[in-house]
């Protein structure tokens, strides 16, 4: 018999509707529940393409054993993080403080006023590797809970005060400067790997927002450090099997140094934020391998993404049937040399070759994850072509793994961003079309009349959670880059909107500093409020880049001094921890170049030498410049008001700081006024 889960819209907790443990949801009425039968909750956070959350649930969860004790003994609450990033942040926030270390499936114990007083991760169903086993833990607590109650309680108390004194890290009075950045550059330098790309060790993950930061420090300084930087991690990571050859897209992060082996998962944040990356990178070099990466990923996020209602879904799992029922990670996407000469026949030495697949395989049980090993050599293009193809189709045989079609708010703000500047950049109109399916969907589902946003949606159903201030920075982000491409001013709107929205109920009017939850959300035990960008932008720098970029668009100086007294927090943590605040040092290195504000005015939309025009100023790799394209009498966007057609020409004006040049008619000479 299905519990309480099987009306949610999340497929994470869908997972869990026909446990026989007697789940519910994040309610208030689960804790009256614990606080009427005078027992303590289980809370379990996970998500759907969590690996060791599904291990869990099929050891444990699945038990009917360990789900009558569980029943028997507490209320147990079931959340997924990705709908609900307040509570996980507070009760991992507690974790981490505690353990020293966190992680999913995140497993607490709380009281029933959702104090905590006992935490852990993954626990095995029996005793290994100086581990307790999950009913070891359970009768440990229930133990504790009934025999040492007042001492339980006392923790929880302690527990929630010294939450409440930590401080968030104290944010400077003003945004960094040039001093400040460099330092960040510098930090930066020391953490990069530079015979592999990349910061830091293994685990190795994408660092998406730090090359963003790079790619704008150095359009703005000529930094050629910074460049290189970037340009050598794109390049190590796209020839990695982090990279997925065949299709397209990237895993969530390199379980090595060298980014060979992944963890299989596929995210949709990562990927439209590296979608963005390559993008711009080749925005800055023209480099052909930044080219197919860029659309090789937009494409994998359309094809293997999209959803019905015109949405993103937020993964595909790590694991799937490996064709004897078993579901194994990476099942979908590993080769053996055998199964290259099935696919090919006398192509499989040279799809072996070019791919890196052994005979001892580079992955488990003599499989070989594909990568891009050869530097040296020429391969006949059209037959490396073939071979992928006829992988491809064969690998699309295989059972896939799983997709969590959840629509996350803030992770499709990104995607549009993403396919919007891909398409204008490379001539794609069918991406510029899905950036703008999704975005629609953000307003008919999850913008209500109040301008208020829901953080998830499921088959076009609205989910139960208010959106965070990363739902509100990301989408409103989206919009702004819809509205620099498409030339329709609404998307400005929709943006300001959303930033006002910030502006009321998520900013501290005294210190300017911004709360990851509204201020009318639900209590919890802290109000969340993270800066640090992690494996997205945080909320908080998120929002930053979009009220600056508002403030280009509109002139208005309450989302300018927002943006600037948000960006102290950078000035704070960028010299100290840059691998952790890369997008809000991307956000300075706007602030610092103006942002550049561009209006480009022609006769109509299908003009050719507006159009041209308008891509010039789109290609400009200005740190977070907005550009505004329209008719002279058009009322679409503020920054062509007062502009004019120049002899009947149409005409680019390129303003920063107050200060605007003369118009140009020429793309030759925008390119140069952008430079």
Not at 49 to 54: G, V
Not at 93 to 103: F, L, S
Not at 287 to 304: I, K, N, P, Y
Request: proline content about 6%; overall charge negative; hydrophobic content about 40%.
């Amino acid at each position: 018999m299905p519990n309480r889960l099987a009306h949610e819209t999340s497929p994470y907790l869908l997972q869990h509707a026909d446990n026989p443990v007697d789940w519910w949801p994040w309610t208030g009425e689960a804790f009256e529940e614990a606080r009427r039968r005078g027992v303590p909750v289980l809370l379990s956070v996970g998500y759907s393409s969590c690996h060791w959350c599904h291990v869990m649930a099929h050891e444990s969860f699945e038990d009917q054993a360990t789900a009558d004790y569980l029943n028997e003994h507490f209320v147990s609450v079931k959340v997924d993080r990705e709908e609900r990033p307040d509570v996980d942040a507070v009760y991992m926030e507690a974790v981490q403080a505690a353990t020293g270390h966190g992680g999913w499936p995140m497993t607490v114990f709380l009281t029933p006023d959702a104090e905590p007083f006992y935490f852990g991760t993954y626990y095995p169903p029996a005793p290994r590797h100086g581990m307790p086993s999950f009913r070891q833990v359970l009768e440990g607590v229930q133990q504790a809970w009934t025999t040492r109650h007042d001492e339980v309680s006392e923790v929880a108390g302690k527990i929630v005060r010294d939450l409440a004194q930590r401080e968030i890290v104290r944010q400077a009075a003003e945004a960094p400067g040039e001093q400040e950045l460099a330092q960040a550059l510098l930090g930066l330098t020391r953490e990069y790997d530079p015979q592999r790309g990349g910061f830091g060790g293994a685990p190795k993950f994408p660092a998406s927002m730090v090359l963003e930061f790079l790619l704008r420090h150095h359009a703005r300084t000529g930094a050629e450090g910074a460049l290189q930087m970037a340009v050598d991690t794109c390049e190590r990571m796209a020839r990695g099997g982090i990279y997925d050859q065949l299709g397209g897209g990237f895993a969530r992060y390199s379980v090595d140094r060298d980014w060979i082996v992944p963890h299989f998962e596929k995210m949709l944040y990562d990927n439209a934020l590296l979608c963005r990356v390559y993008a711009h990178l080749w925005r800055a070099t023209g480099s052909d391998l930044a080219r197919r990466v860029a659309l090789e990923t937009a494409d994998f996020l359309v094809r293997e993404l999209r959803t019905a209602e015109g949405g993103f879904a937020s993964a595909l799992d790590a694991d799937s049937d490996d064709g004897t029922g078993r579901h194994v990670e990476g099942a979908y996407y590993v080769w053996t040399p055998a199964q290259l000469r099935d696919v090919l026949g006398d192509d499989a030495e040279l799809a072996a070759r070019y791919f890196g697949v052994t005979e001892e395989g580079t992955f488990e049980h003599g499989q070989s994850v594909l990568q891009l090993p050869q530097t040296e050599g020429v391969f006949d293009a059209e037959k490396i072509a073939s071979v992928r193809r006829r992988l491809f189709d064969a690998r699309a045989r295989r059972p896939a793994p799983g997709r969590d079609d959840k629509i996350v708010a803030a992770w499709n703000g990104l995607a549009v961003a993403a396919l919007a500047e891909t398409g204008a950049y490379f001539g794609r109109p069918d991406l510029v079309e899905a950036a703008l399916g999704a975005a629609d969907l953000l307003v008919r589902v999850h913008l209500d009349e109040h301008a208020r946003l829901a953080r998830t949606s499921k088959d076009g159903r609205v989910g139960p959670n208010a959106g965070v201030l990363e739902d509100y920075g990301d989408v409103a982000e989206g919009f702004l880059a819809l509205a620099s491409v498409t030339g329709e001013g609404v998307w400005l709107d929709f943006a300001g909107l959303l930033l006002d929205q910030v502006l009321a109920r998520f900013t501290d009017p005294e210190t300017g500093a911004l709360f990851d939850t509204a201020s009318d959300a639900e209590r919890l035990i802290r109000r969340p409020q993270d800066p640090t960008d992690n494996a997205a932008p945080s909320g908080w720098t998120a929002a930053a880049g979009a009220l600056l970029g508002y403030a280009a668009h509109t002139g208005s100086e309450a989302h300018r001094v927002a943006a600037e007294r948000a960006l102290g927090v950078v000035k704070t943590l960028g010299p100290r921890v840059p691998r952790f605040i890369g997008w809000g040092l991307a956000v300075a290195e706007a602030l610092l170049d103006g942002p550049r504000e561009v209006a480009v005015v022609g006769p109509g939309p299908d003009d050719e030498r507006t159009a041209a025009l308008h891509r010039t100023a789109l290609l400009g790799a200005a740190p977070g410049a907005v550009v505004a394209c329209g008719t002279p009498d058009g009322d679409e966007f503020p920054l062509l008001a007062g502009r004019t057609l120049i002899d009947g020409a149409p005409a680019a004006y390129v303003c920063r700081g107050f200060v605007c040049d003369l118009p140009v008619t020429d793309p030759e000479a925008l390119r140069a006024r952008l430079a």
